[in-house]
């Protein structure tokens, strides 16, 4: 009932910018946090950002001052402006989101993004 689809990922060079989107689709009466997480080679999913409905919004250490996320609420869109790329930030990208449907308002699950892979080189 609701599919979540990334985009965006690639190859870039160390140093370099990469601009993640993610849409959010289906039968949905609202859209709560919206987040991406990633999971790298060997490594367990982390969370690297999240911004709520009203726009607050929560970076892992790692990447702050590098990374910025933003929402569209009209569109059900989450981006992830990612600069000055690093080896280390090489991963699979998921978009995460907490959602009401329309047939249960009142009830929220969290749905996942099949993933996105972003690859830095050194």
């Known amino acids: 009932q609701v599919q979540l689809v990334e985009s965006g990922g690639g190859l870039v060079q160390a140093g370099g910018s990469l601009r993640l989107s993610c849409v959010a689709s289906?039968?949905?009466?609202?859209?709560?946090?919206m987040g991406w997480y990633r999971q790298g080679p060997g490594k367990q999913r982390e969370l690297v950002a999240e911004v709520t409905s009203g726009g607050s919004t929560h970076y892992t250490d790692s990447v702050k001052g590098r990374f910025t996320i933003s929402r569209d609420n009209a569109r059900n869109t989450v981006y992830l402006q990612m600069n000055s790329l690093r080896p280390e930030d090489t991963a699979v990208y998921y978009c995460?989101?907490?959602?009401?449907?329309?047939?249960?308002?009142?009830?929220?699950?969290?749905?996942w993004g099949q993933g996105t892979q972003a690859t830095v080189s050194s």
């Open positions: 995460n989101a907490n959602i009401a449907l329309r047939s249960t308002p009142w009830l929220t699950s969290n749905y």
């Open positions: 289906g039968s949905i009466s609202s859209i709560n946090t």
